[in-house]
């Protein structure tokens, strides 16, 4: 199952319950049902996304992102695929949606934490021009986990070229 099988889309109240189900196999302190609401209906800078497979009528979600855009700035607030849909190039298609979407909307510099121990993410962020510029000691109160801090500074034409480059097409 690859990202050309895939549709990426506005998220709405109606998916919650499948996306907090995935934060919940996804991060050691996920999202809950409460926090998605009120980043869809309460928080105008909240922008969220979600991976659907489409068959006939029914849609099942495999993953989502979303990102906080202040002025200028966009900041990534969640992005994870469900564990068995993983590696299939949903995690970078979300992603390049998401920049697209963000530099349409002006952005310019996009952040992010990451913990220090997530490989996968940061090697995602990696790959796709992010730079480590910081860490915040003790961040994550699970386990006093550090963040790591990535920028992407120069977002205008970002996506098109990524795009280009692994020849992604949406839904
Ligand atoms: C991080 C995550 C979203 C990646 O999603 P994904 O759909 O599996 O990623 P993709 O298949 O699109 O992989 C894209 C790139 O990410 C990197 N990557 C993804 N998983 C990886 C892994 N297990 N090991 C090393 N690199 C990995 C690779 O660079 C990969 O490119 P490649 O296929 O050319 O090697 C996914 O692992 C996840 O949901 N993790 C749990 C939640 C999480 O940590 N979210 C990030 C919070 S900051």
Do not use: C
């Not at 995690?91 to 913990?115: C, D, F, H, N, P």
């Amino acid at each position: 199952m690859g990202v050309r099988e895939t549709t990426i889309r506005t998220m709405s109240l109606a998916d919650i319950e499948t996306v907090v189900e995935i934060d919940r196999l996804s991060f050691s302190l996920p999202w809950s049902e409460r926090v998605y609401r009120l980043e869809l209906t309460e928080n105008p800078a909240a922008h969220l996304y979600v991976a659907v497979k489409k068959k006939y009528t029914d849609e099942n979600i495999l993953g989502y992102i979303g990102f906080w855009y202040i002025v200028d700035e966009t900041h990534i607030s969640t992005l994870a695929v469900h564990p068995s849909e993983r590696r299939t190039g949903i995690g970078e298609g979300l992603l390049i949606y998401a920049m697209e979407e963000a530099e349409s909307l002006g952005a310019e510099v996009v952040t992010l934490e990451v913990r220090g121990s997530n490989q996968p993410a940061i090697m995602l962020y990696q790959k796709f021009g992010f730079e480590v510029v910081g860490r915040r000691p003790r961040y994550y109160k699970d386990n006093g986990e550090d963040a790591i801090l990535m920028t992407l500074k120069d977002l205008p034409g970002w996506g098109q070229t990524r795009r280009k480059k692994i020849n992604i097409s949406y839904g």
